[in-house]
């Protein structure tokens, strides 16, 4: 008898090199400097209302107005959860202004000082206040984690429709990383606060049933993954789901098409925010 064909196996996911981004892409430090100077700028230039939905410093929201009436959008920043805060994007909010659309960018408290759980109970409480005040649901979008807390607020019937730019989905993977120092995670509670492992918005209950996962082509395989993976989960259990992958663009460079109200991703956030 001959012998058996070997089995072959993928080798072990480096998950330190997938999920670290800032050391993935050595240019982040300049793409960071950015942001900051662009947000001051555009909070010089249009004063945006500070709103506060919780007790600490962190829970305020940069309120950007765009009329009475308006549809608004919920933008939620990443940074793992342990970094970075609302006053570095209040850049995204003119191309959606520019389009009739209001723009909230809360910021929420950060780890280790506070558990991921309590960080996703904060953005609901921010984003119902927003709904409080418009009487409507609004869209919502996010970064990296953001992304994440976008899918959370759609799958609890918080959200009109959720895009998740960079999105992970599936936190288990970062127990393996030196970023889980932080955030303290073990695998029953990463599952837990997975969105991929929530209910799919289906149409079943109030809310919207739309998630948009756009990822960037330069990004790890495994945020891309993450992105196909997502789609596919909830778009196979009733949620319409649909998967952009924008070539040559990073975990950081993701972001710039939000500063061009032309750009592809300017007018699929317009055309979510207003559809019926």
Known sequence: MGKAPATLTAPPVDYEAAYNNRERVPGHPAILKRWREDS?????????????????????????????????AVFIHGGYWQALDRAWFAWVAPALLDQGISVVIPGYDLAPTVKVGAIISQMRRATELVRDRTGKRPLVFGHSVGGHMA????????ARAALAISGVFDIEPLIHTSLNE????????????????????????????????????????EFIRQSRH???????????????????????????????????????????????
């Open 40 to 72: 001051a700028r555009v909070i010089d230039a249009l004063r945006p209302e500070a709103v506060e939905y919780g007790p600490s410093e962190r829970q305020r929201m940069e309120w950007f107005d765009a009329g009475a009436g308006a549809p608004t």
């Open 151 to 158: 899918a959370c607020m759609l799958s609890e019937g918080r």
């Open 182 to 221: 932080a955030l303290g995670l073990d695998a029953m509670t990463a599952r837990a606060l997975s969105p991929i492992h929530w209910p799919a918005p289906n149409g079943g209950a109030p809310g919207g049933r739309t998630l948009d996962c756009w990822v960037g082509g330069a990004e790890s395989n």
């Open 230 to 276: 997502m789609a596919a989960e909830w778009g196979g259990k009733g949620a319409d789901t649909h998967v952009e992958v924008l070539d040559g663009l990073d975990h950081f460079t993701m972001l710039d098409p939000l500063a061009d109200k032309d750009s592809s991703m300017v007018k699929r956030l317009a055309t979510l925010a207003t559809a019926e």
